[in-house]
Each structure stands twice: as structure tokens, then as C-alpha cells.
């Protein structure tokens, strides 16, 4: 039974890599981008260190500022460029004052953003199988979105909830994704991802005290996620945690410290990365145990 069960594992792996179009001779890697405002800037990083490695990147999913890099990545954008963006941006490029019950802020203009490194306006556009994470704050679920407008899908990823109004779309309530998905690994496995990779931003607790509301809010968030189950680990196969907790939200003048931080963490976690693509190599797959990974894994469309 034990081989048979093994034999069954290792055909459905074949048949999802026949059907996405993914060299059989190697795992698929997915890319999972989490949430930090500025620091976000530190996944260019994370991404030039990858390339730099010969890691592959089959599936990307973003949550927050990881929904904006990630498009940015999926659409074919130089990380050059990318970076060179990052020095130019102020708050003012995304958000706009507003006067609400809902929030201080919308970032309708974040839409506009996203065209400064590619035209691309759908998800079918994108060169590489891109997901982002939204929380629809009624249900309070992940809600996935892999197709249709990425604008929209955006908007509500980066939503930060007391600063950003809430998105309506597609009949749901949506607020950043952090909220339920603060790496999207999961988002990335169900994509069919045999490795995941996550990037996790610590935002940390500086000792100064909070210079506006925003800083309030974020502090408040981040000392209940360091207080509480997080269930993205564990579908996580590596972690890479840039050292960026000393920086700021709104630090995009320290544009080439973050990108610096984040290659220096991606590098010295690439060995991780090549052992646990190794481990998932099919040779070593046919010979070992169903991982639980092939049959659960499917696309979010």
C-alpha cells in the first residue's frame, strides 16, 4: 500500500507540472511577499539576490507593498527599475488626504502607480502566475485574486486598515491583507508551488515613541502579530527576514539600504532554498514519501 501511495503521489506531480508548463527535471519555487509600507523595498532585494543565485521564481504572491512589487516583478519589469522608483516615491504618489468615517486616506492614485512599471491592467497579461491577498472584513478570510483587473485587487491589498478606506470589489469588503495572509505562502503553495519561499518584514518595536497615528496603528498590529499564531510559517519551506526593522514606514529615501538588506539575507538563505529544492526534486520524490504537498495543491482561479 505504502508504495502504491507513493506511486500515486509521484504521477500527480507529474501531471500538475505537465499542466502548468514547468520543466519536469526541477521543482517549482513560489515567491511569497509580505506587507511593510517602505521596507517593502527591501523584496527588490530579496528578488536581485535570487536572480543573482540561479534560484527560479515560477509563482509570486504580494500582500500589501508585496502585491505592488509583486506585479511590478510578474509583469517583467527590471529590478533596476524598480529601484530606481522606490528613491522617488513619497506617500503623496499613492494616497490622498480624505475626510472619512472609514479611513484618512484613499489610495485610488496607488492604480496610477502600478503603471509606472508596466501597462499591463489584468492579471492574464502578467508573465508570470501572480496572486494577491486581500482580507474581506466581514468574513475576515483571505480572499485570493489571480485574475480579472489588478488594480482593484491592489488597492485592497494595501488598504492598511484605520489609515486607507476599505475597497469594495466583487460584492466584498476588502482591507489589507496582512490581516490574514502576513506572507501569502499559503496563496502560493495552492497556486502549486513544490517550494515555497517566504519574505517577512519585521517591523520591530523601535524606542522612540510614535511620531502620528500611523506609527500607532502599526505598532498596535505588530505587537498582536508577535503575539499570536502565525499559520503562513508553516507552509513556509524557507523564511528570509531582511534586518529592516529599524527602518521607518515612510523611508523610501533609504531606498538602497532596504534593497542592500534584502539581498544580504536572500544570500544567506540560499542554501537552504537549493536543499529544499533538492529535497523536492522529482528523483528524490520517487523514491521518497508523498510530501502532502501534489494532490492539495491547485490554482486560486
Known amino acids: 500500500m505504502g508504495s502504491m501511495m507513493r506511486w500515486l503521489g509521484g504521477a500527480v506531480r507529474g501531471l500538475r507540472r505537465f499542466a502548468y508548463g514547468v520543466p519536469t527535471g526541477r521543482p517549482r519555487v513560489g ?10 523595498i527591501a523584496h527588490i532585494g530579496v528578488l536581485r539576490a535570487l536572480e543573482e543565485g540561479g534560484i527560479p521564481i515560477d509563482f509570486v504572491a504580494g500582500t500589501s ?7 511590478a516583478y510578474a509583469s517583467g519589469t527590471s529590478l533596476e527599475d524598480m ?38 491592467k489584468v492579471f492574464e ?20 485574486f489571480t485574475t480579472g483587473e489588478i488594480g482593484p485587487a491592489l488597492r485592497a491589498s494595501c488598504a492598511y486598515p484605520g489609515l ?12 489589507d491583507g ?23 518584514l519585521e517591523p520591530g518595536l523601535l524606542d522612540e515613541k510614535p511620531r502620528n497615528t500611523i506609527e500607532v496603528i502599526g505598532r498596535s498590529f505588530s505587537i498582536i502579530q508577535a503575539k499570536s499564531v502565525q499559520p503562513w510559517r508553516r507552509a513556509a519551506d524557507v523564511i528570509i527576514e531582511p534586518e529592516v526593522h529599524h527602518f521607518l514606514w515612510d523611508d523610501f529615501g533609504k531606498t538602497p539600504n532596504l534593497v542592500a538588506a534584502g539581498r544580504v539575507a536572500t544570500l544567506a538563505a540560499l542554501p537552504a ?25 491547485r490554482k486560486t482561479h
Not at 91 to 119: C, P, Q, V
Not at 125 to 144: H, M, Q, R
Not at 273 to 297: F, K, L, N, Q, Y
Open 31 to 40: 515567491i511569497a511577499l509580505g506587507g511593510g509600507f517602505a521596507r517593502g
Open 65 to 71: 507593498v508585496g502585491a505592488l512589487i509583486g506585479a
Open 83 to 120: 529601484e530606481r522608483q522606490g528613491t522617488q516615491t513619497t506617500f503623496k504618489d499613492f494616497g490622498r488626504w480624505t475626510i472619512s468615517r472609514m479611513g484618512m486616506a484613499s489610495n485610488e492614485r496607488l492604480e496610477h502607480y502600478l503603471h509606472r512599471f508596466t501597462t499591463a
Open 125 to 144: 497579461e502578467l508573465k508570470i502566475p501572480f496572486c494577491i491577498v486581500a482580507t474581506d472584513l466581514v468574513l475576515g478570510e483571505s480572499v485570493y
Open 164 to 175: 486607507f478606506l476599505p475597497i469594495q470589489h466583487h460584492g466584498r469588503f476588502l482591507v
Open 178 to 200: 496582512f490581516l490574514t495572509a502576513a506572507v501569502p505562502t499559503e496563496a502560493v503553495r495552492r497556486m502549486g508551488a513544490d517550494v515555497v519561499v517566504g519574505v517577512h
Open 273 to 297: 532554498i537549493r536543499a529544499a529544492m533538492e529535497s523536492r526534486s522529482p528523483h528524490v520524490e520517487a523514491e521518497g514519501a508523498d510530501d502532502g504537498v501534489g494532490a492539495g495543491a
